[in-house]
């Protein structure tokens, strides 16, 4: 399969989620992945309101109840199925999603990732 391989189903928390950084300085890029049961949804790691990263801290996307996404520092609250927010200074406005496959093998790979990534 082309594009990159992220981590096996199992490992992200369903608690919380998965986050990862690739590359540095200007080339940084974050997304992260939270996970319902067998379905997984990836999202770049960048609140719309500053564009900062939700978790403040690592791999800790979801809200206590494990409803919702929330970006830790201001409070806002994200749909997990679409990215899409309900409630804080960005409301209305949208994660942007990271298309996925999830292998017969239970691997999440990210298709359309970036050739150059590191
Ligand atoms: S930076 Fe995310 S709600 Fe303000």
Redesign the pocket.
Known sequence: MSGRRLCRIAEIDEDGGKGFVFGEGTDRREIFLVRVGNRVYGYENA?P??G?P?DFHPDRFLNAEGTHII?A????LFEIADGYCIS???AGDSLTPIALALEDDGWVTWPDAPADLS
């Open positions: 609140c309101h500053l900062s939700l970006c520092t201001h409070g806002a804080g200074p960005c």
